[in-house]
DNA sequence: GCGGACTGCTTACCT
DNA sequence: ACAGGTAAGCAGTCCGCG
């Protein structure tokens, strides 16, 4: 019996493979199960091609809050599913088949169990009896005691331990020609392939007769056969219950694979799917689906990379790089090969482990939370995860899954600002422009799931079908929520915003040792990403729970609050100097002013409001989503000024820097006259010495966001793409800088310095610099003893 | 034939 | 392949111009 991890399941020869993890082992136990693919329908299917059975059932349909009576179907083959689909009105034919299995059976991913054997699988119960529940909110909850339920249920998954899980990193490098080989025909030699583990750093490589170079980072094994060398390595991946990859999905276990089959290697531990390669019994996680995950890179790994290659992320995450080398990656000499092949596996491994295997962590949360195999938590996006939790729910509580098109047929009340969206979002505030000093911003804790919390807002509750909850209404629109009946994205994502807002936090802010710091920050993060993808899932098309009125009467509600909370702060008189969504910025306000918004807030609304940042002094530009301030703590804050983006010329975006750390040191007025003259010389240097500035620090950097032939206008991006060799491709960066001659762009590597438009560049670097220097105008046009600074020229 | 005013498209950002 | 709102730059069009 072995006390063991679940951390997948999945589909193989019509049954289920679950897989757990027993750190004890530092193996995989793998557990074959059967299970029925089935469907729910009112239509009879007893007849159908494939169709094993047809039983009626009674059901509960949320939608229509009542009990109604339907046909479980189960078939042979989990492919007749989506077939059927196609024809027929059916219900449940979106639940993949390894989910179902654990829903079914009550199994939830990164739980802990005992594993007696293939039969025997008994749930490792953590009592959670001393949760308290005092710390949470329960007001304007429909249902106090199912929302208790819960919160204990989640606290119960969540604050399970979180083991080390053994791993392996691997990578392989490939003979190319001028492009990268397809990895479904592999072609090429396979040259080096290096292991990174806790206790294994090793390279194979292909010796070529060159003298042998020695490190003692890692051993280096060299191989006359490119065959043994292959079935030596797959003895290695084989041994290890996780593998992780960069890129690996689409390429190296791909191309593993049929470079075995060309070799004749009889033995293959990957099998392929279309062009996908996957492993027979271990683990495979792409750790490139990780950091490309939107979600998680927003909201776990705070945007600190943009591209999302290994080196770059690297460099992000870790302070650290792809080896270099000059020339063709084909030509450097065997240890230099060794070396990168070795350093791209132990950045790929680091990637996972740096903070205490704070990835790992991540990821298992997400598997807790979604009740979803690791293996698809890390290659799926936010809509699956939210959509496999709520899925759960309704099957465990014996309901049928809505769809989308049972829901009540309701326009939208509200019409969206921006052209071809669907309904009404948020309020943005105008901006005072100009330097204040002393603000204190205030922000709703996790607005959005607030309201989903306190309006009791699902796709089952918004337009319920009960007469008297018609009256509940939601401000600027025409729906009402329900009152008889707690919603079950509210009940889910509601007690998740109160165990993150008023139970994990309160935990880390008070946890005595680093480890528990650590556990909660983790469980802290892991809620964010969920919470921040709550609402925008319901109004986004593909989502098969989508209901427009939801999301609209979220971000309704939302406007509602923030206007009145701004207009009883003004009745105050507070002075409102900005506010965006969720947040509002005051002017020097008095503390008990503060308290009394907070306590309005809480009266009124039942949503907490918080002081979430105070400034020393905020510099407003007058542009909405766009201002730099300096925090009590003396740090400076940057949002959405040019000098910011990741698209400015390196050059631009040093400039910019350099002038805000000079306006960061004024104290007081008279510092502006230094200042101002320190600015200025900057400036003039550059405008002196601009031909001296190499051409990759005038790059722009700028993404081709979708298939080049979709183009209304061809952007700049692109124009200079098509002058590179090779097609351009959706999701690439294209380096270029702007030129004089037609068409105005080269690609970096192309262009020379003669080509360079000086004009744009002063152009650009005028409008980055205005910014910031704008907002500060009076100050340091008083002292040029002029009036308003418009140009550069001027400002000399 | 040309340039300014305008619209719409595109990217990167904010919440 | 979560949402809408905003800034900025560019592509393309319209309009007036004896």
Same mark, same amino acid.
């Given at each position: 019996?072995?006390?063991?991890?679940?951390?997948?399941?999945?589909?193989?020869?019509?049954?289920?493979?679950?897989?757990?993890?027993?750190?004890?082992?530092?193996?995989?136990?793998?557990?074959?199960?059967?299970?029925?693919?089935?469907?729910?329908?009112?239509?009879?299917?007893?007849?159908?091609?494939?169709?094993?059975?047809?039983?009626?059932?009674?059901?509960?349909?949320?939608?229509?809050?009542?009990?109604?009576?339907?046909?479980?179907?189960?078939?042979?083959?989990?492919?007749?599913?989506?077939?059927?689909?196609?024809?027929?009105?059916?219900?449940?034919?979106?639940?993949?088949?390894?989910?179902?299995?654990?829903?079914?059976?009550?199994?939830?991913?990164?739980?802990?169990?005992?594993?007696?054997?293939?039969?025997?699988?008994?749930?490792?119960?953590?009592?959670?009896?001393?949760?308290?529940?005092?710390?949470?909110?329960?007001?304007?909850?429909?249902?106090?005691?199912?929302?208790?339920?819960?919160?204990?249920?989640?606290?119960?998954?969540?604050?399970?331990?979180?083991?080390?899980?053994?791993?392996l990193a691997f990578d392989i490098e490939v003979e190319t020609?001028?492009?990268?080989?397809?990895?479904?025909?592999?072609?090429n030699r396979v040259t080096a392939i290096s292991f990174h583990s806790?206790d294994l750093k090793k390279v194979f490589v292909l010796d070529r007769g060159e003298t042998k170079a020695y490190t003692d980072q890692f051993d280096t094994v060299y191989y006359e056969s490119e065959k043994k060398m292959l079935e030596d390595a797959f003895k290695i991946i084989?041994?290890?219950?996780?593998?992780? %990859? /960069? +890129?690996?999905?689409? *390429?190296?276990?791909?191309?593993?694979? $049929?470079r075995? #089959?060309?070799l004749?290697?009889?033995? !293959?531990?990957?099998?392929?799917?279309?062009?996908?390669?996957?492993?027979?019994?271990?683990?495979?996680?792409?750790?490139?689906?990780?950091?490309?995950?939107?979600?998680?890179?927003?909201?776990?790994?705070?945007?600190?990379?943009?591209?999302?290659?290994?080196?770059?992320?690297?460099?992000?995450?870790?302070?650290?790089?792809k080896t270099k080398y000059e020339g063709n990656l084909n030509s450097i000499p065997v240890g230099l090969l060794a070396e990168y092949c070795y350093n791209d596996s132990r950045l %790929? /491994? +680091?990637?996972?482990? *740096?903070?205490?295997?704070?990835?790992? $962590?991540?990821? #298992?949360?997400?598997?807790?939370?979604? !009740?979803?195999?690791?293996?698809?938590?890390?290659?799926?996006?936010?809509?699956?995860?939210?959509?496999?939790?709520?899925?759960?729910?309704?099957?465990?509580?014996?309901?049928?899954?809505?769809?989308?098109?049972?829901?009540?047929?309701?326009?939208?009340?509200?019409?969206?600002?921006?052209?071809?969206?669907?309904?009404?979002?948020?309020?943005?505030?105008?901006?005072?422009?100009?330097?204040?000093?002393?603000?204190?911003?205030?922000?709703?804790?996790?607005?959005?799931?607030?309201?989903?919390?306190?309006?009791?807002?699902?796709?089952?509750?918004?337009?319920?079908?009960?007469?008297?909850?018609?009256?509940?209404?939601?401000?600027?629109?025409?729906?009402?929520?329900?009152?008889?009946?707690?919603?079950?994205?509210?009940?889910?994502?509601?007690?998740?915003?109160?165990?993150?807002?008023?139970?994990?936090?309160?935990?880390?802010?008070?946890?005595?040792?680093?480890?528990?710091?650590?556990?909660?920050?983790?469980?802290?993060?892991?809620?964010?990403?969920?919470?921040?993808?709550?609402?925008?899932?319901?109004?986004?098309?593909?989502?098969?729970?989508?209901?427009?009125?939801?999301?609209?009467?979220?971000?309704?509600?939302?406007?509602?609050?923030?206007?009145?909370?701004?207009?009883?702060?003004?009745?105050?008189?507070?002075?409102?100097?900005?506010?965006?969504?969720?947040?509002?910025?005051?002017?020097?306000?008095?503390?008990?002013?503060?308290?009394?918004?907070?306590?309005?807030?809480?009266?009124?609304?039942?949503?907490?409001?918080?002081?979430?940042?105070?400034?020393?002094?905020?510099?407003?530009?007058?542009?909405?989503?766009?201002?730099?301030?300096?925090?009590?703590?003396?740090?400076?804050?940057?949002?959405?000024?040019?000098?910011?983006?990741?698209?400015?010329?390196?050059?631009?975006?040093?400039?910019?820097?350099?002038?805000?750390?000079?306006?960061?040191?004024?104290?007081?007025?008279?510092?502006?006259?230094?200042?101002?003259?320190?600015?200025?010389?900057?400036?003039?240097?550059?405008?002196?010495?601009?031909?001296?500035?190499?051409?990759?620090?005038?790059?722009?950097?700028?993404?081709?966001?979708?298939?080049?032939?979709?183009?209304?206008?061809?952007?700049?991006?692109?124009?200079?793409?098509?002058?590179?060799?090779?097609?351009?491709?959706?999701?690439?960066?294209?380096?270029?800088?702007?030129?004089?001659?037609?068409?105005?762009?080269?690609?970096?590597?192309?262009?020379?310095?003669?080509?360079?438009?000086?004009?744009?560049?002063?152009?650009?670097?005028?409008?980055?610099?205005?910014?910031?220097?704008?907002?500060?105008?009076?100050?340091?046009?008083?002292?040029?003893?002029?009036?308003?600074?418009?140009?550069?020229?001027?400002?000399?």
């Open positions: 019996m072995y006390k063991s991890i679940l951390l997948s399941s999945m589909y193989i020869n019509r049954g289920i493979l679950l897989k757990f993890y027993s750190p004890e082992l530092g193996k995989l136990i793998l557990v074959h199960r059967q299970h029925k693919a089935h469907f729910y329908s009112d239509e009879d299917f007893a007849e159908y091609q494939g169709v094993e059975s047809c039983q009626p059932i009674e059901m509960f349909d949320c939608v229509k809050d009542k009990k109604r009576l339907t046909n479980l179907i189960t078939v042979n083959n989990p492919v007749l599913l989506t077939e059927i689909a196609e024809s027929h009105k059916i219900y449940e034919s979106d639940v993949k088949y390894n989910q179902s299995y654990l829903y079914d059976n009550n199994f939830i991913v990164g739980n802990w169990y005992y594993v007696y054997d293939s039969k025997k699988i008994v749930p490792i119960e953590s009592r959670n009896d001393s949760f308290d529940l005092s710390s949470i909110d329960l007001d304007s909850v429909v249902d106090v005691s199912n929302f208790e339920q819960q919160l204990k249920t989640w606290a119960n998954v969540l604050d399970q331990e979180l083991p080390e899980i053994k791993r020609s001028d492009k990268l080989p397809d990895p479904l025909n592999a072609p806790n084989e041994s290890y219950p996780v593998v992780l %990859t /960069y +890129n690996g999905d689409m *390429f190296d276990m791909p191309y593993l694979y $049929n075995a #089959l060309n004749g290697i009889t033995h !293959n531990p990957f099998r392929m799917m279309k062009t996908k390669a996957t492993l027979n019994y271990g683990i495979h996680i792409d750790v490139y689906g990780i950091f490309s995950n939107r979600s998680l890179k927003i909201y776990a790994f705070n945007g600190k990379y943009v591209e999302e290659g290994l080196n770059s992320v690297a460099k992000a995450m870790l302070g650290e790089e %790929t /491994y +680091n990637l996972t482990s *740096f903070n205490n295997n704070l990835v790992m $962590n991540l990821l #298992l949360l997400m598997c807790r939370i979604g !009740n979803m195999s690791i293996d698809d938590i890390s290659r799926l996006s936010i809509s699956n995860w939210i959509k496999s939790m709520l899925y759960f729910y309704h099957i465990q509580n014996g309901q049928l899954i809505p769809i989308s098109s049972d829901f009540p047929k309701v326009e939208t009340s509200t019409t969206a600002l921006i052209k071809d969206k669907k309904y009404q979002g948020a309020v943005v505030l105008d901006q005072e422009k100009g330097i204040h000093f002393n603000v204190v911003v205030m922000d709703f804790a996790s607005l959005y799931p607030s309201i989903i919390k306190t309006r009791n807002i699902s796709y089952e509750t918004i337009c319920c079908p009960h007469e008297e909850c018609k009256s509940n209404k939601i401000p600027y629109t025409n729906h009402w929520s329900c009152t008889k009946k707690i919603g079950i994205v509210s009940l889910l994502i509601g007690s998740l915003k109160e165990l993150r807002v008023n139970h994990y936090k309160k935990l880390l802010k008070s946890a005595k040792t680093e480890e528990e710091k650590e556990k909660y920050d983790m469980i802290t993060q892991a809620l964010k990403v969920f919470l921040n993808a709550s609402y925008g899932v319901i109004g986004f098309e593909s989502f098969p729970l989508y209901f427009l009125p939801v999301a609209e009467s979220i971000t309704a509600v939302g406007r509602d609050i923030i206007l009145e909370t701004v207009k009883t702060a003004k009745n105050m008189d507070l002075k409102i100097l900005a506010g965006d969504t969720d947040s509002i910025f005051i002017h020097n306000p008095d503390k008990d002013k503060i308290q009394s918004l907070i306590e309005y807030a809480r009266n009124i609304y039942a949503i907490d409001l918080e002081v979430d940042k105070t400034y020393r002094y905020l510099v407003l530009s007058g542009r909405k989503k766009n201002y730099f301030g300096v925090k009590e703590n003396g740090k400076l804050d940057i949002k959405g000024l040019s000098g910011k983006k990741s698209n400015t010329p390196p050059y631009l975006k040093k400039l910019f820097n350099e002038i805000l750390d000079e306006l960061v040191k004024i104290n007081v007025v008279e510092d502006f006259v230094e200042t101002k003259q320190t600015i200025s010389s900057k400036i003039k240097y550059v405008y002196d010495h601009f031909e001296e500035i190499p051409l990759e620090q005038l790059a722009l950097n700028v993404m081709i966001n979708k298939e080049p032939k979709e183009y209304k206008t061809k952007p700049q991006c692109l124009i200079a793409a098509e002058q590179l060799p090779g097609k351009p491709e959706k999701g690439q960066f294209v380096q270029y800088v702007k030129t004089w001659n037609e068409p105005h762009v080269k690609p970096l590597q192309l262009a020379l310095s003669k080509d360079i438009d000086k004009t744009k560049y002063i152009e650009g670097f005028e409008t980055v610099l205005e910014q910031v220097v704008e907002p500060m105008e009076i100050d340091i046009g008083f002292l040029l003893g002029r009036g308003k600074i418009t140009t550069m020229d001027n400002f000399w």
